[in-house]
């Protein structure tokens, strides 16, 4: 094994705040090889990113290294001159972060901004900077690069911004590159690419890579190693196929437990509690509060990073029964409902909603711009007592359809008919909980806002905030809190409780888990499950998780570019014959399993204007099925592949179910 590239050794970082020191990092220590991609793992608040920064030495001024040493290619960073760090940083070791738009300059063409850190770097004159920017590009796998190196950031898509982005990372010939949550923000499909992306850079440019993400299921795909973050420290390494298959810290196992699976049968199981806060770190273990294993061992000192099997370590006094126990995530998984009435709740009749765009006078004089046209003639029911899923990448539809839902938008064409009797027998719960929660209301009265409007008295009211706030697992004394008080599950919560205050009889629930951590994730989603049953309400539920989708709806509508293209029984959907698009989408998804390596369909290009979007199918100029000018000219008929199942594709049903079995991931 060549030397480590980057070698770091028992770091500790601590950020002085006002209630004292934070501890962000404690004792990690970490290698990366030449050529190797190590995988950083960890929920909010672990310290991740905080490590990224410290190893480029770009940490804020309230924040201190109080131990340790970062060996890059064999030397200390933190003993280095600021000059010479200059020297080092952008060129030696580069990094890549979520947001592409905040390393790309607005005013700059893609190709000038990476000919000019050739330009200061490697002193490259002018023209030959120019034409290493082009072969930069198509390193990237960008298919034009003449073209796209005369572009101006905002005219490239979220990926391309990404790959451009990336690019310049390399331009310096780096022997490490730090990618920090690259693919969060993109959609799977452009994820997918990204991704490949990384593995083929892993083979031809030959770098140290680490790659830190909270997305396990991401890491699976691209790490060779994986190392585990938990609170600041760092509770377990390993090689990724030996980490994934037998997880030895109950934290891993928890993590590992609690991801959705795309066939609906394991995950999604909660670890309970939450992480501690850094300024008042629990004595001993620093999991031991959500522990199952916990043991008094555990509390006396905090456990040493130990060797569990050659090349692992593991940060566990416990480690030898964890390993003896099985695992539980099978058992408790939860099981999407079927069970619905036929009456429907809700029905989308020819809904149409456009956005802005020139008058009707000027569209027929041929002057101003069309309307944005987010969702363009769907019609499909919710029925009582059921769940159904909008699943699609942004720009689709789905979330103005869930607005469209509740009344918050008016449709510019076509009906929106709920047959309950009050408008307020329909809610939202949106994807950030802060947007409905007043931040200077104490939670109580938040709750007992709505209460108000039903006309309860004051005694009741105060009754029904406490069972709503049992009901949606918080303690009553929640209710004195402001939301500042609160994580970001348990702001959920709070959103949760506020819209059932109403007692509705549909929620509309709006990527309701994907700001929030994965353990958080998986038991709001359970908490969801079990209030439905209890309410009888049904759900629309929109969410870019296909995974999440499989576990929780009873069906499922495909959306892309404002149409829906495929709606289906769940099963149905995640299975033969496919729309072509679905069938890409569900290639696309990572899977938390690097013995089942991806096989993405390639998508080329990227998602059409919704103001000018194609003539006759929608997908027809990304689509690899696409069977020729029928598909560019004429609206694809809806097929009926099952009573339940429909899919709107010129492909007939019998030759769909031939090529989505073929390729079936
Ligand atoms: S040391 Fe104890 S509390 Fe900590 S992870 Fe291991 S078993 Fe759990
Ligand atoms: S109608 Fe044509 S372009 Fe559209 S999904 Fe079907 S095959 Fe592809």
């Given at each position: 094994?060549?030397?480590?590239?980057?070698?770091?050794?028992?770091?500790?970082?601590?950020?002085?705040?006002?209630?004292?020191?934070?501890?962000?990092?404690?004792?990690?220590?970490?290698?990366?090889?030449?050529?190797?991609?190590?995988?950083?793992?960890?929920?909010?608040?672990?310290?991740?990113?905080?490590?990224?920064?410290?190893?480029?030495?770009?940490?804020?001024?309230?924040?201190?290294?109080?131990?340790?040493?970062?060996?890059?290619?064999?030397?200390?960073?933190?003993?280095?001159?600021?000059?010479?760090?200059?020297?080092?940083?952008?060129?030696?070791?580069?990094?890549?972060?979520?947001?592409?738009?905040?390393?790309?300059?607005?005013?700059?063409?893609?190709?000038?901004?990476?000919?000019?850190?050739?330009?200061?770097?490697?002193?490259?004159?002018?023209?030959?900077?120019?034409r290493r920017a082009q072969e930069l590009l198509e390193l990237v796998n960008i298919a034009d690069p003449a073209s796209v190196a005369r572009r101006y950031p905002h005219e490239l898509s979220g990926g391309m911004q990404q790959r451009a982005v990336i690019a310049m990372a390399l331009a310096g010939g780096p022997s490490l590159l730090i990618?920090?949550?690259?693919?969060?923000?993109?959609?799977?499909?452009?994820?997918?690419?990204?991704?490949?992306?990384?593995?083929?850079?892993?083979?031809?440019?030959?770098?140290?890579?680490?790659?830190?993400?909270?997305?396990?299921?991401?890491?699976?795909?691209?790490?060779?190693?994986?190392?585990?973050?938990?609170?600041?420290?760092?509770?377990?390494?390993?090689?990724?196929?030996?980490?994934?298959?037998?997880?030895?810290?109950?934290?891993?196992?928890?993590?590992?437990?609690?991801?959705?699976?795309?066939?609906?049968?394991?995950?999604?199981?909660?670890?309970?509690?939450?992480?501690?806060?850094?300024?008042?770190?629990?004595?001993?273990?620093?999991?031991?509060?959500?522990?199952?294993?916990?043991?008094?061992?555990?509390?006396?000192?905090?456990?040493?990073?130990?060797?569990?099997?050659?090349?692992?370590?593991?940060?566990?006094?416990?480690?030898?029964?964890?390993?003896?126990?099985?695992?539980?995530?099978?058992?408790?998984?939860?099981?999407?409902?079927?069970?619905?009435?036929?009456?429907?709740?809700?029905?989308?009749?020819?809904?149409?909603?456009?956005?802005?765009?020139?008058?009707?006078?000027?569209?027929?004089?041929?002057?101003?711009?069309?309307?944005?046209?987010?969702?363009?003639?769907?019609?499909?029911?919710?029925?009582?007592?059921?769940?159904?899923?909008?699943?699609?990448?942004?720009?689709?539809?789905?979330?103005?359809?869930?607005?469209?839902?509740?009344?918050?938008?008016?449709?510019?064409?076509?009906?929106?008919?709920?047959?309950?009797?009050?408008?307020?027998?329909?809610?939202?719960?949106?994807?950030?909980?802060?947007?409905?929660?007043?931040?200077?209301?104490?939670?109580?009265p938040s709750l007992a806002r709505p209460l108000v409007l039903r006309g309860l008295r004051r005694r009741e009211r105060g009754r029904r905030v406490r069972e709503l706030l049992e009901a949606v697992r918080l303690d009553p004394d929640y209710g004195a809190r402001r939301p500042a008080a609160l994580s970001g599950g348990e702001k959920q919560?709070?959103?949760?409780?506020?819209?059932?205050?109403?007692?509705?009889?549909?929620?509309?629930?709006?990527?309701?888990?994907?700001?929030?951590?994965?353990?958080?994730?998986?038991?709001?989603?359970?908490?969801?499950?079990?209030?439905?049953?209890?309410?009888?309400?049904?759900?629309?539920?929109?969410?870019?998780?296909?995974?999440?989708?499989?576990?929780?709806?009873?069906?499922?509508?495909?959306?892309?570019?404002?149409?829906?293209?495929?709606?289906?029984?769940?099963?149905?959907?995640?299975?033969?014959?496919?729309?072509?698009?679905?069938?890409?989408?569900?290639?696309?998804?990572?899977?938390?399993?690097?013995?089942?390596?991806?096989?993405?369909?390639?998508?080329?290009?990227?998602?059409?204007?919704?103001?000018?979007?194609?003539?006759?199918?929608?997908?027809?100029?990304?689509?690899?099925?696409?069977?020729?000018?029928?598909?560019?000219?004429a609206e694809p008929p809806w097929a009926r592949a099952s009573p339940t199942h429909w899919i709107a594709c010129h492909i007939p049903i019998a030759e769909l179910s031939r090529s989505s079995e073929e390729a079936r991931p």
């Amino acid at each position: 094994m060549p030397p480590p590239v980057l070698d770091v050794r028992a770091l500790s970082v601590q950020f002085e705040t006002n209630e004292g020191p934070l501890r962000v990092l404690r004792d990690v220590s970490l290698q990366v090889a030449p050529g190797e991609t190590f995988g950083l793992a960890g929920e909010s608040g672990s310290g991740k990113t905080t490590l990224g920064y410290t190893i480029l030495q770009a940490l804020a001024p309230t924040a201190r290294v109080t131990g340790g040493a970062i060996l890059f290619e064999g030397r200390d960073l933190l003993g280095v001159s600021e000059d010479e760090l200059r020297r080092i940083r952008g060129r030696r070791i580069a990094m890549v972060y979520q947001d592409p738009r905040s390393a790309l300059n607005p005013t700059t063409r893609i190709g000038a901004q990476i000919a000019e850190v050739l330009e200061i770097h490697e002193r490259a004159p002018a023209r030959a900077a120019g034409r290493r920017a082009q072969e930069l590009l198509e390193l990237v796998n960008i298919a034009d690069p003449a073209s796209v190196a005369r572009r101006y950031p905002h005219e490239l898509s979220g990926g391309m911004q990404q790959r451009a982005v990336i690019a310049m990372a390399l331009a310096g010939g780096p022997s490490l590159l730090i990618l920090d949550e690259p693919t969060t923000g993109l959609d799977v499909t452009t994820q997918a690419r990204i991704l490949e992306l990384v593995a083929d850079l892993k083979r031809r440019v030959g770098a140290a890579i680490l790659y830190i993400s909270h997305d396990l299921a991401v890491i699976a795909q691209v790490a060779d190693r994986v190392g585990v973050l938990y609170a600041g420290e760092l509770v377990e390494v390993g090689p990724t196929a030996d980490l994934f298959a037998q997880p030895v810290h109950p934290y891993t196992r928890g993590l590992l437990d609690a991801l959705p699976h795309l066939d609906g049968l394991r995950g999604l199981v909660p670890i309970e509690g939450r992480i501690p806060r850094l300024t008042d770190l629990p004595p001993g273990c620093v999991f031991a509060p959500r522990c199952d294993f916990v043991a008094p061992a555990c509390t006396a000192a905090t456990p040493a990073l130990e060797t569990v099997a050659p090349e692992r370590r593991a940060r566990c006094v416990r480690w030898p029964t964890v390993l003896a126990t099985p695992r539980r995530s099978t058992a408790a998984a939860i099981a999407p409902e079927t069970v619905a009435s036929d009456a429907p709740l809700l029905a989308f009749e020819h809904v149409s909603k456009y956005f802005g765009g020139a008058g009707a006078v000027a569209r027929w004089l041929g002057i101003g711009a069309p309307p944005v046209r987010a969702v363009d003639d769907v019609s499909f029911d919710v029925r009582a007592d059921e769940v159904v899923a909008l699943v699609g990448e942004s720009g689709c539809g789905k979330t103005t359809l869930g607005r469209l839902a509740v009344r918050l938008l008016r449709p510019t064409a076509g009906r929106v008919r709920f047959a309950a009797p009050k408008p307020t027998d329909a809610q939202i719960v949106f994807q950030h909980p802060d947007s409905s929660l007043n931040p200077m209301k104490r939670i109580g009265p938040s709750l007992a806002r709505p209460l108000v409007l039903r006309g309860l008295r004051r005694r009741e009211r105060g009754r029904r905030v406490r069972e709503l706030l049992e009901a949606v697992r918080l303690d009553p004394d929640y209710g004195a809190r402001r939301p500042a008080a609160l994580s970001g599950g348990e702001k959920q919560r709070v959103a949760i409780a506020r819209a059932l205050a109403m007692a509705p009889q549909f929620v509309v629930l709006d990527e309701p888990v994907s700001a929030l951590d994965v353990s958080t994730q998986a038991s709001i989603i359970r908490l969801l499950a079990e209030l439905r049953r209890t309410l009888g309400a049904s759900y629309l539920m929109i969410s870019h998780d296909l995974s999440l989708v499989r576990h929780v709806a009873a069906r499922v509508g495909v959306m892309y570019l404002g149409r829906l293209v495929e709606i289906g029984a769940v099963d149905e959907v995640f299975r033969a014959p496919s729309h072509p698009y679905t069938r890409a989408l569900r290639s696309a998804v990572p899977r938390p399993d690097p013995a089942v390596p991806g096989r993405p369909i390639r998508l080329e290009g990227s998602v059409p204007s919704a103001q000018h979007p194609p003539a006759g199918c929608r997908f027809h100029t990304r689509c690899p099925q696409k069977i020729g000018r029928v598909c560019e000219e004429a609206e694809p008929p809806w097929a009926r592949a099952s009573p339940t199942h429909w899919i709107a594709c010129h492909i007939p049903i019998a030759e769909l179910s031939r090529s989505s079995e073929e390729a079936r991931p």
